[in-house]
Every structure is written in structure tokens, then in C-alpha cells.
């Protein structure tokens, strides 16, 4: 069981430069997010979807870009990277539900540099 | 709005050492906590959860209890082994969905043989 797949797993950007930060999961969860998490603070939500077509703004979006055309798949697209784009980025997913919360289920992690 | 703080890292014990680390939280309801970890290079992975006051959360040897009255879920571990080494995070949601998490900073823990 794959669980939430991320790649790739390290990328060095030249500013100015774009690319695209893949998640994949496979246990069906309508719910995907993006994270980022930088040094000494906790993880800051980018962006987030509810189901495949429908996409929202985190707490700091600016710079980013996303798509969920599937159910498994959800996107993270950088634009014109900037150094303070420099973090390590999660995707997540869950699948909330009544009589409880519904934990979080995180891929490794990418860790993006860039120069 | 809500918030999460976390004890200042990095810890560093000896295996067999006992563990806390402090949580406290800021929340206009009544969320419910969790503990992440965090191992090297990997992502978060759920440790454990409490979704009311006065409620325990447990896994391999970890504990955690809901204080609503302190607003506290410190992290208890009474015998540390080198494996224990990760990232901890204390995070609160107040509904189901993954949007509405706050984390902590995280906690980084050592342990020495």
C-alpha cells in the first residue's frame, strides 16, 4: 500500500525558473493538501481540494498554483520560483468523516532549493 | 486565532531517559489534539489523538492527556530508546477536515545510547 507519493524527493531551481510538484495517493481520499514546512516553524497550508475539480487557497497560496483533475492526483505548480520559495513541501490527504477527526496521511516530503 | 506552542528544541536524552514534551494551544472551541512525528526523511505520521477533555491518547509507549483546564497535551514517554530520535509536532483541529489543523513548530528529539 503506496499511500501518498511525492516527487521528486530534492530539486535545486534557478529563480525565474517553474516546475511542477507531483502527489499521487491511492486509498481514495477526497480531501488533498499542500503543505510547506519551513525551519523552526510549523507546517503553513499552501493549498487545498475537496474533490477532483474543486481546488482553495491555504494561508499562503501567493506563488503557487494547483489542479485536481482525479481523485489521486493533486499537482503543486511553482511560477517564476523565488528564494523564499526555498522549503521542504508535503502533500497530504484524509478523508473526513463523521464521529471523529479523520488524521492526516503525509508523503516523504520535497525538499526544494532555490538559488 | 488558533495556535499552537511547543517547548523549544532541540532535546537531547540518553536511552531509557523519561520524556515530555510540552504542548499548549489557543482555541476559540473545543478542538481536538494530535501528536505527529516526524522520522528523518520521511513525512508526518499520526502518534496519537484526543478528541475531548480528560481524554488519553496512547501509541508505542507514548501518552498524552487533553487538559482543557491548563490547555495542555504534553508528550510522556517513560523510556526513551535511539528509534524515539524524530520531530514531534502537536497540531489541533477543530472540525474534520484537514484545512483547519494549526501545527506547533515541532520539538526535535535525540537520543544518545
Known amino acids: 500500500n503506496a499511500g501518498v507519493t511525492q516527487t521528486p524527493k530534492f530539486r535545486i531551481l ?12 491511492d486509498m481514495n481520499h477526497n480531501y488533498m493538501y499542500w503543505y510547506r514546512q519551513d525551519p523552526g516553524m510549523g507546517l503553513k497550508l499552501i493549498y487545498y481540494s475537496v474533490g477532483a475539480g474543486i481546488t482553495d487557497k491555504g494561508e ?8 485536481r483533475s482525479t481523485t489521486e492526483d493533486f499537482p503543486l505548480r511553482l511560477e517564476l520560483a523565488a528564494p523564499s520559495q526555498t522549503s521542504v513541501y508535503f502533500c497530504a490527504s ?17 525538499r526544494l532549493t532555490v538559488t | 486565532g488558533n495556535s499552537v506552542t511547543q517547548m523549544e528544541g532541540p532535546v537531547t536524552l540518553s536511552e531509557e531517559a523519561f520524556l ?4 499548549t ?18 513525512g508526518l505520521q499520526l502518534l496519537l489523538k484526543a478528541t475531548k477533555a ?15 483546564e491548563t490547555t495542555s497535551f504534553h508528550l510522556e514517554k517513560g523510556s526513551v530508546q535511539v528509534s524515539d530520535s524524530a520531530v514531534y509536532f502537536c497540531a489541533l483541529s477543530e472540525d474534520n477536515y484537514g484545512q483547519n489543523f494549526v501545527f506547533g513548530p515541532g520539538t526535535r528529539l535525540s537520543v544518545l545510547p
Not at chain 1, 15 to 24: D, F, K, R, V
Not at chain 1, 60 to 67: A, D, I, K, M
Not at chain 2, 54 to 68: L, V
Open chain 1, 14 to 25: 534557478k529563480i525565474g525558473q517553474s516546475m511542477t510538484l507531483q502527489c499521487t495517493q
Open chain 2, 54 to 68: 480528560d481524554d488519553k491518547g496512547s501509541n508505542k509507549g507514548f501518552e498524552a492527556t487533553y487538559r482543557k
Open chain 1, 94 to 110: 484524509s478523508y473526513p468523516k463523521g464521529g471523529g477527526p479523520s488524521p492526516l496521511h503525509f508523503g516523504n516530503g520535497t
Open chain 2, 20 to 23: 515530555t514534551i510540552n504542548c
Open chain 1, 60 to 67: 499562503v497560496p501567493n506563488g503557487y498554483n494547483v489542479s
Open chain 2, 25 to 42: 494551544y489557543t482555541a476559540t472551541g473545543y478542538p481536538s489534539l494530535f501528536w505527529y512525528v516526524q522520522y528523518p526523511g520521511e
